[in-house]
Nanobody, 127 residues
């Protein structure tokens, strides 16, 4: 049984930083690319970024490029999303997800490419 558990969300002020974590269990963590998505009220779930199984390669949505950083610690089966310079448009429920394909080097940007999801963690930004 694959489980993904996000943590680290909360209320911050615009310009602040926040780090989200995603703890994984149930599959060989380092063999799968991982992704972060977010969903704001009334909007579809959108791609934030992804990281390869080794952690060497990353991809980001244009809206977060230069502000957000994805990393992973395969020894701890945990992925991170470090968010700097948070903006009023960043609030959402943030989800982590595991790619369907073991060993893929493609960093997918669509939700259907991911088969396991966490429950989400809320990020709120006050201006």
């Amino acid at each position: 049984q694959v489980q993904l558990v996000e943590s680290g969300g909360g209320l911050v002020q615009a310009g602040d930083s926040l780090r989200l974590s995603c703890a994984a269990s149930g599959r060989t963590f380092s063999s799968y690319a991982m992704g972060w998505f977010r969903q704001a009220p009334g909007k579809e779930r959108g791609f934030v970024g992804a990281v390869s199984g080794s952690g060497r390669f990353t991809s980001y949505a244009d809206s977060v490029k230069g502000r957000f950083t994805i990393s992973r610690d395969n020894a701890k089966n945990t992925m991170y999303l470090t968010m700097n310079s948070l903006k009023p448009e960043d609030p959402a429920v943030y989800y982590c997800a595991s790619d369907r394909l073991r060993g893929t080097l493609v960093l997918h940007t669509t939700a259907r490419a991911y088969d396991y999801w966490g429950q989400g963690t809320q990020v709120t930004v006050s201006s």
